[in-house]
Protein backbone atom coordinates (compact mmCIF):
# COMPACT_ATOMS: atom_id res chain seq x y z
CA UNK A 1 0.00 0.00 0.00
CA UNK A 2 1.29 3.31 -1.03
CA UNK A 3 -1.14 5.41 0.47
CA UNK A 4 -3.67 5.32 2.67
CA UNK A 5 -7.09 7.23 1.73
CA UNK A 6 -9.67 8.94 4.26
CA UNK A 7 -12.27 6.26 3.42
CA UNK A 8 -9.66 3.76 4.41
CA UNK A 9 -9.07 5.74 7.27
CA UNK A 10 -12.56 6.17 8.82
CA UNK A 11 -13.60 2.63 7.74
CA UNK A 12 -10.80 1.39 10.19
CA UNK A 13 -12.06 3.92 12.86
CA UNK A 14 -15.60 2.29 12.87
CA UNK A 15 -14.17 -0.96 13.20
CA UNK A 16 -11.63 0.15 15.64
CA UNK A 17 -13.61 2.58 17.89
CA UNK A 18 -17.63 2.72 16.61
CA UNK A 19 -19.21 5.50 15.21
CA UNK A 20 -20.65 8.36 16.82
CA UNK A 21 -24.56 8.04 15.21
CA UNK A 22 -25.03 11.98 15.28
CA UNK A 23 -21.61 12.31 13.28
CA UNK A 24 -21.79 11.52 9.16
CA UNK A 25 -18.13 10.31 8.87
CA UNK A 26 -18.95 10.53 5.02
CA UNK A 27 -19.03 13.82 5.05
CA UNK A 28 -16.15 16.41 4.64
CA UNK A 29 -14.39 15.51 8.00
CA UNK A 30 -10.46 15.99 6.55
CA UNK A 31 -10.12 18.98 8.92
CA UNK A 32 -12.69 18.22 11.69
CA UNK A 33 -11.34 17.61 15.09
CA UNK A 34 -11.29 13.74 15.75
CA UNK A 35 -12.82 14.90 19.16
CA UNK A 36 -15.67 16.50 17.39
CA UNK A 37 -16.21 13.32 15.65
CA UNK A 38 -16.02 11.14 18.55
CA UNK A 39 -12.76 9.81 18.66
CA UNK A 40 -10.52 10.09 21.85
CA UNK A 41 -7.01 9.51 22.56
CA UNK A 42 -8.18 6.14 23.21
CA UNK A 43 -10.08 5.33 19.99
CA UNK A 44 -7.23 6.73 17.53
CA UNK A 45 -4.45 4.81 19.60
CA UNK A 46 -6.55 1.49 18.64
CA UNK A 47 -6.95 2.55 15.25
CA UNK A 48 -3.15 3.43 14.70
CA UNK A 49 -2.42 -0.12 16.78
CA UNK A 50 -4.14 -2.30 13.91
CA UNK A 51 -2.78 0.18 11.52
CA UNK A 52 0.48 -0.63 12.59
CA UNK A 53 -0.18 -4.30 12.93
CA UNK A 54 -1.78 -4.48 9.15
CA UNK A 55 0.68 -2.38 7.63
CA UNK A 56 3.66 -3.49 9.47
CA UNK A 57 5.19 0.33 10.05
CA UNK A 58 5.53 2.13 13.49
CA UNK A 59 3.42 5.37 13.92
CA UNK A 60 5.38 6.93 17.35
CA UNK A 61 2.74 7.92 19.98
CA UNK A 62 3.57 11.34 20.63
CA UNK A 63 3.33 12.17 16.80
CA UNK A 64 0.00 10.42 16.30
CA UNK A 65 -1.18 12.59 19.72
CA UNK A 66 -0.41 15.69 18.15
CA UNK A 67 -2.53 14.42 15.08
CA UNK A 68 -5.70 16.26 15.85
CA UNK A 69 -7.47 15.91 12.39
CA UNK A 70 -8.22 12.95 9.95
CA UNK A 71 -6.14 15.01 7.68
CA UNK A 72 -3.20 15.43 10.24
CA UNK A 73 -3.49 11.75 10.90
CA UNK A 74 -3.64 10.42 7.23
CA UNK A 75 -0.47 12.69 6.54
CA UNK A 76 1.73 10.70 9.67
CA UNK A 77 0.50 7.58 8.19
CA UNK A 78 1.31 8.26 4.69
CA UNK A 79 4.72 9.28 5.64
CA UNK A 80 5.67 6.00 7.93
CA UNK A 81 4.18 3.94 4.94
CA UNK A 82 6.43 6.10 2.18
CA UNK A 83 9.39 5.46 4.21
CA UNK A 84 8.58 1.77 4.66
CA UNK A 85 8.09 1.10 0.88
CA UNK A 86 11.15 -0.74 -1.03
CA UNK A 87 12.97 1.17 -3.36
CA UNK A 88 12.28 1.06 -6.65
CA UNK A 89 14.76 -1.38 -8.73
Known sequence: ?????????????RECAGEDES???????????LDDLGYDS?????????????????LAEDTVAEAHTPRLLLEFINASLAEHQPAAA
Open 1 to 13: MSQMTLDELTTLL
Open 42 to 58: LAVLQTTGRIEREYDIE
Open 23 to 33: VNLDGDVLDTP
